[in-house]
């Protein structure tokens, strides 16, 4: 689904990237994680287009990311900053509804499907009570649910998040990655997600990498992960690990 071989990413003289190789298969949510500057970032700019490796491959669907054409591109992939979507003044449905614009021939107007679409998702992310509510009046963790289901009716088969919990409290973040885990298990959605949260990751990710300066020091399951030694030397502090007490997964304390 998503193929990284040894990419390389420089800018100026400064590399970002350093032989990156690494697979997300179908289905899956994969985690990536890591100190400020590892990488992570410049990563998912490849893999959305915007940005090409100066060396190595990112292929997505078994196509480099950059030789999809943008419309192309947005029909197989939806992306999701930590910004979400910006506050401009337009309601919720018109926001939503615009996931469905990669779909649309040049002239082409939305039809009943795509209005039906728009109806079931926000039925399914609580969002019904808000769809005549404008943008600019919502809070950051409002629009990022907004941001969601507009990605929900795009109807992609690979998901890119970055950082999409950052700067939401705590209820919003579980409501964010819960309507996330939700999608992934119901249409077998292929997620690539940076979470600075590593509590979160090791909650909501099937695998995590973990990246630093720019290489990938260690994949794995949350068990392989989440290990003192081991964090201890990418992040330079020892955490305290626990258990969680109902999903028993690998939890930090610091």
């Known amino acids: 689904m998503i193929t990284i071989e040894n990419v390389s990413k420089q800018v100026e003289n400064k590399w970002l990237l350093n032989d990156v190789s690494f697979k997300v298969d179908e289905g899956a949510c994969i985690g990536l994680i890591g100190p400020n500057g590892a990488g992570k970032s410049t990563l998912m700019k490849l893999l959305s287009g915007l940005e090409e490796p100066t060396s190595g491959t990112v292929k997505v669907l078994g196509k480099e990311a950059g030789k999809w054409s943008v419309k192309k591109l947005a029909q197989k992939v939806s992306v999701l900053t930590q910004d ?11 926001a939503v ?32 009570s808000f769809r005549n509510q404008m943008l600019d009046t919502l809070s950051g963790g409002e629009r990022q649910r907004v941001a969601i289901a507009k990605a929900m009716v795009q109807e992609p088969e690979v998901l890119l998040l970055d950082e ?43 695998q995590l990498v973990l990246m630093n300066n720019g290489e990938v020091i260690k ?13 201890q030397t990418v992040y330079q502090t020892k955490p305290e690990i626990i258990r969680h007490p109902k999903s028993n997964i690998p939890q930090i304390l610091l």
């Open 84 to 94: 979400g979507l910006s506050p401009y003044p337009m309601t919720v449905y018109d």
């Open 164 to 206: 999409p919990t950052s700067y939401l409290d705590i209820g919003y973040q579980v409501n964010v990655l819960n309507l996330v885990k939700e999608w992934q298990n119901r249409d077998q959605l292929t997620v690539l997600m940076v979470l600075h949260d590593l509590n979160l990751a090791a909650q909501y990710c099937d």
């Open 97 to 128: 509804l615009m996931g469905r614009y990669p779909h649309l021939s040049f002239f082409q107007r939305e039809g009943t499907e795509d209005y039906k679409r728009v109806e079931n998702v926000l039925s399914m992310t609580g969002l019904d």
């Open 219 to 231: 994949q794995g399951t949350s068990e392989e992960i989440i290990e003192a030694d081991t964090l």
